[in-house]
């Protein structure tokens, strides 16, 4: 999710007109008749934007409600939310609210201007090199969250992110210490397993006109270890991992071990390989080399760990000295 919001607010009954450079997520003058609340909070550019009304000393369930957007009317009815899209990062939509209760005529107005505040979760967990995906939220680990922001004039003059003001929330509580100018990012622990951690992020301008915000919540996966056979010419073949069973037609056959998703932020996790039942290596390799001429199987194991965190297994069953198949003329 990415957003943003810039808001001026004005009133065309006994009050001023007010500019106000903050959320509007529940906004209201005291002692105005109404008050506008728009979901969500920091709009994405080109999002959907829920506008409401609430009670005040007016009966909104009685009245009557026409709104205007960008001078064009979108709606007349009876009072209720109403959603519109909101334009490119920087434009500004202008929206005029008139409530008509017992003959008198109550308007509020509401600029709102979207910016582009995007959160990128970096989980600190083990994957392998080169590995196109992205690693999953570890267990016992830590995630660093960074926040891409491009706070964008009406003019469409972008500001140096490292001006911005960055303030962090985590589950609902404000990290004042990792909060400030040019924090653009935050590392966090884990939630345990089966919970959620919510992290938002309200980003400012220097001159505090222009305000955005996003948020995200994770998750953290158990970790997991895959097997592949690493071919002296081919290198590690990613392309298919190994389960169940494994036959080692050669003279030596070599197996790769990654594991995925344990966390990372006390070093490298540890690998251990069994044969049967035995420890045989430790290391993310293991080389393999039947000896005699009988056909055979065993049994391979290894265990993926890091720290206190849970660990990683996975068994093959080896199959050794059994004899390939032919080709078509027999050879």
Same mark, same amino acid.
């Given at each position: 999710?990415?957003?943003?919001?810039?808001?001026?607010?004005?009133?065309t009954?006994?009050?001023?007109? @007010? $500019?106000? !450079?903050q959320?509007?997520?529940?906004? %209201? #003058?005291?002692? =105005? &008749?109404? /008050?506008? *609340?728009?979901?969500?909070?920091?709009?994405?550019?080109?999002?959907?934007?829920?506008?409401?009304?609430?009670?005040?000393?007016?009966?909104?369930?009685?009245?009557?409600?026409?709104?205007?957007?960008?001078?064009?009317?979108?709606?007349?009815?009876?009072?209720?939310?109403?959603?519109?899209?909101?334009?490119?990062?920087g434009s500004?939509?202008?929206?005029?609210?008139?409530?008509?209760?017992?003959?008198?005529?109550?308007?509020?107005?509401?600029?709102?201007?979207?910016?582009?505040?995007?959160?990128?979760?970096?989980?600190?967990?083990?994957?392998?090199?080169l590995?196109?995906?992205?690693?999953?939220?570890?267990?016992?680990?830590?995630?660093?969250? @960074? $926040?891409? !922001?491009?706070?964008?004039?009406?003019? %469409? #003059?972008?500001? =140096? &992110?490292? /001006?911005y *003001?960055?303030?962090?929330?985590?589950?609902?509580t404000?990290?004042?210490?990792s909060?400030?100018?040019?924090?653009?990012?935050?590392?966090?622990?884990?939630?345990?397993?089966?919970?959620?951690?919510?992290?938002s992020?309200?980003v400012?301008?220097?001159?505090?006109?222009?305000?955005?915000?996003?948020?995200?919540?994770?998750?953290?996966?158990?970790?997991?270890?895959?097997?592949?056979?690493?071919?002296?010419?081919?290198?590690?073949?990613?392309?298919?991992?190994?389960?169940?069973?494994?036959?080692?037609?050669?003279?030596?056959?070599?197996?790769?071990a990654?594991?995925?998703?344990?966390?990372?932020t006390?070093?490298?996790?540890?690998?251990?390989?069994?044969?049967?039942?035995?420890?045989?290596?430790?290391?993310n390799?293991?080389?393999?080399?039947? /000896?005699? *001429?009988?056909?055979g199987?065993?049994?391979?194991?290894?265990?993926?760990?890091?720290?206190?965190?849970?660990?990683?297994?996975?068994?093959?069953?080896?199959?050794?000295?059994?004899?390939?198949?032919?080709?078509?003329?027999?050879?």
């Amino acid at each position: 999710m990415r957003s943003g919001l810039f808001i001026t607010l004005a009133t065309t009954l006994l009050l001023p007109l @007010v $500019a106000l !450079a903050q959320s509007i997520g529940g906004l %209201g #003058i005291s002692g =105005s &008749p109404f /008050t506008i *609340s728009a979901s969500p909070q920091y709009p994405a550019p080109y999002s959907q934007v829920t506008v409401s009304v609430l009670s005040g000393s007016v009966n909104i369930t009685s009245s009557t409600m026409k709104a205007v957007v960008n001078g064009k009317e979108i709606y007349s009815g009876s009072a209720r939310p109403f959603s519109f899209a909101l334009g490119k990062a920087g434009s500004v939509t202008n929206v005029k609210i008139t409530i008509s209760s017992g003959g008198t005529n109550y308007t509020q107005a509401l600029s709102i201007q979207p910016q582009d505040v995007v959160l990128v979760a970096e989980p600190i967990s083990s994957a392998p090199p080169l590995y196109p995906g992205k690693s999953l939220v570890p267990i016992d680990g830590d995630v660093r969250v @960074v $926040a891409v !922001a491009h706070l964008r004039s009406v003019s %469409g #003059i972008v500001s =140096s &992110p490292t /001006t911005y *003001s960055y303030a962090w929330t985590v589950d609902g509580t404000k990290i004042a210490n990792s909060s400030g100018i040019g924090k653009s990012a935050i590392v966090v622990a884990s939630p345990l397993q089966y919970r959620t951690r919510d992290v938002s992020v309200v980003v400012t301008s220097q001159n505090k006109n222009l305000v955005g915000g996003a948020s995200l919540s994770f998750t953290a996966m158990e970790p997991s270890v895959r097997v592949y056979e690493n071919d002296h010419l081919l290198g590690i073949l990613y392309d298919h991992a190994l389960s169940d069973s494994y036959s080692i037609n050669k003279t030596e056959a070599t197996l790769y071990a990654a594991p995925f998703s344990l966390p990372t932020t006390g070093g490298a996790p540890f690998i251990q390989w069994f044969l049967n039942g035995a420890s045989a290596q430790t290391g993310n390799s293991i080389t393999l080399r039947p /000896t005699g *001429s009988g056909e055979g199987t065993a049994s391979l194991s290894l265990v993926a760990s890091s720290g206190e965190s849970a660990p990683a297994t996975l068994n093959l069953s080896l199959i050794f000295g059994a004899t390939s198949g032919t080709n078509l003329f027999g050879l």
